[in-house]
């Protein structure tokens, strides 16, 4: 087996007590083990999933986009017109 490399780190004190609380919880048997976890967790990330940088800029258009903001009610209720809207014309195309 080969020897495992040995790095040096530096994590914030949040994230240092993450792995303190996790590993005293019996999540993970040891710091290694969590960062490992993370390290496997991260590999098996979907492809489609958009990189840092891309949703940063997609959430910044996002929330500069001068339309109106919609509620969920708003937009379910959009929806439920449009589809109404449209099997009327079709409807009305059929006479």
Do not use: C
């Not at 087996?1 to 792995?19: G, Y």
């Not at 960062?35 to 496997?40: E, F, L, P, T, W």
């Not at 001068?66 to 009327?88: C, D, G, M, Q």
């Amino acid at each position: 087996m080969d020897q495992p490399d040995k790095l040096t780190v530096t994590i914030s004190d949040d994230q240092a007590e993450r792995i303190r609380t996790s590993v005293a919880n019996g999540e993970y048997a040891s710091a290694d083990d969590f960062v490992a976890s993370a390290i496997d967790s991260y590999d098996d990330l979907p492809s489609w999933l958009p990189d840092r940088e891309t949703l940063k800029r997609e959430l910044e258009e996002a929330l500069n986009d001068p339309r109106p903001h919609l509620t969920s009610e708003e937009v379910a209720a959009n929806i439920e017109r449009w589809a109404a809207e449209a099997e009327l014309r079709l409807a009305n195309k059929d006479r």
